[in-house]
């Protein structure tokens, strides 16, 4: 007997209350094969270590930090969901293999051992690796985050250098976004627990509660924990310096996939949106992108309509003029994916507005409290405003002090008397309040993307060359 539409709906509605600690794992997800339900002071793998923070989830995994009572130093463990497990196994040795041969230097991180978690929700594996910071995309995320250039540049140039060690060894990493780009952390290792709680405070917590209003059973936790900001911190522990994570789509330049990469789309290169091979030029064009996004903080390609492969083609075309001759007659399904069946796709259409790269690195926009200039409007929000007189004061409270050599929040600054916010008309006539990129910057940035984003892959420059290109030596 089929479900009937009410046992559907009942089994699709949400089974838990959101629980006020911002951002979290999907909670949907506590149930047999998914998250394991994990608790502050929680030990593991015989006891050795011992959960004390939350450092982040992801849509496979939770990410916690530990104490390594054996070895007496701090460890990020990340928990799988128990159905991924095994898949994420396989590919975890493989990169691990990847990342191994590459360099012995922290630009490369895996996992220093794994053991296993038997838990109410199935087995799930359980990888222990070094403790990072925030990711580049955290750091330089439109509106919430700007890097400064100097450390765009730096943090470009080393993930560059590490590309280019990996492509010294034939091999490619075929998911290089910045998500995968992590900012260290300095000598964590020094910190105690109570200094942990001294610089990030104490974990927060939110009961999880239930729709139906029934304690929640063994296959999820009590209560759901926030994730550490390194933000928070008087302190800064946030090094200067990058890791490449996640060698989960790495491949030999002799060996590519066969299937599409699983890299999210607005650092897809055009030749693997139309369906031919990646290769190490397409790692090429991902840092491209990833350079876009750490001095700008917007992607290139990453407008909000762009979920297919055939929406980024159409950005291409905007930013890069017409696709080759030998590419137009690819055809695209319903889904936005390339098919070589013509019963089932038609080709992408062609746009008469462009949107060169050359006028959108130009219009980048800069802090105006490192950039003093007397066109300016813009006013750096105090640390002494009155927080009661102000909407939303999370959002526009600046970094603390010891940030702001390297960081900034555009949502923490004034234009006249209106805070910068988001999305809309209002924010972009702001927008044009603040300085843009120096001419001289702007003039080397541009010449540096040039070189990469070209649709022929063979006429693609090599990470290698880029090394020496003056945009990435502009500080030295």
């Avoid at 849509?59 to 460890?75: E, H, I, N, P, Y």
């Avoid at 750091?139 to 985050?145: E, G, T």
């Avoid at 600046?398 to 702001?404: A, G, M």
Wanted: proline share 7%; aromatic share 10%.
């Amino acid at each position: 007997m089929a479900p009937s539409r009410d046992d559907e709906e009942l089994s699709c509605s949400p089974r838990f209350l959101l629980t006020g600690v911002g951002d979290t794992e999907d909670l949907e997800r506590y149930e047999p094969g998914g998250f394991h339900p994990v608790h502050l002071g929680d030990r593991y793998d015989g006891g050795r270590y011992k959960v004390i923070h939350k450092l982040g989830a992801g849509g496979f995994s939770t990410v916690w930090l530990a104490q390594d009572l054996m070895q007496r130093k701090w460890v990020a463990l990340k928990i799988v969901l128990a159905d991924e497990s095994p898949s994420v196994e396989t590919k975890t040795f493989l990169s691990h293999r990847v990342a191994s041969q590459c360099s012995s230097d922290a630009v490369f991180v895996t996992y220093s051992r794994y053991f296993h978690i038997d838990g109410p929700n199935g087995r799930h594996l359980c990888l222990v690796l070094p403790v990072l910071g925030p990711s580049a995309s955290r750091l330089s995320q439109y509106m919430d985050s700007r890097i400064e250039p100097w450390l765009a540049r730096r943090a470009g140039y080393q993930t560059a250098r590490a590309l280019a060690d990996l492509h010294a060894q034939n091999l490619c990493h075929g998911d290089l976004t910045t998500a995968n780009i992590m900012f260290r952390v300095v000598e964590f290792d020094r910190y105690t627990e109570d200094d942990i709680y001294r610089l990030f405070g104490k974990p927060e917590t939110g009961p999880l509660e239930t729709e139906s209003g029934e304690t929640p059973g063994a296959e999820a936790p009590r209560y759901i924990v926030k994730s550490l900001d390194f933000l928070s911190s008087e302190t800064d522990i946030i090094s200067n310096d990058i890791s490449l994570i996640d060698f989960d789509q790495a491949f030999l330049v002799s060996s590519p996939p066969g299937e599409m990469l699983a890299t999210p789309i607005e650092f897809l290169a055009p030749e693997v949106a139309v369906g031919r091979p990646a290769s190490s030029a397409s790692d090429v064009w991902a840092l491209g992108c990833s350079i876009v996004r750490l001095r700008s903080g917007e992607g290139l390609f990453s407008a909000y309509d762009i979920t297919s492969p055939a929406d980024l083609m159409r950005g291409i075309i905007q930013a890069l003029g017409d696709m080759p001759a030998s590419w137009e007659d690819t055809l695209f399904d319903s889904d936005g994916q390339p098919t070589k069946d013509p019963a089932k796709g038609k080709p992408v259409w062609k746009f008469t507005d462009k949107r060169p790269i050359k006028e959108r690195v130009y219009r980048i926009w800069d802090n105006p409290s490192s950039r003093a200039s007397k066109s300016t409007k813009a006013l750096a929000v105090s640390q002494g405003e009155n927080v009661d007189q102000v909407l939303d004061w999370e959002r526009h409270k600046p970094y603390p002090r010891c940030f702001l050599h390297k960081l900034w929040k555009p949502t923490a600054i004034k234009v006249g008397d209106v805070y910068l916010h988001g999305y809309d008309d209002e924010s972009d006539n702001l927008l044009e309040a603040l300085p843009k990129i120096p001419e001289e910057e702007a003039a080397l940035l541009y010449d540096l993307l040039s070189k990469i984003f070209v649709y022929d892959p063979s006429e693609r420059v090599s990470v290698k060359e880029l090394l020496d290109h003056p945009w990435f030596h502009m500080d030295d």
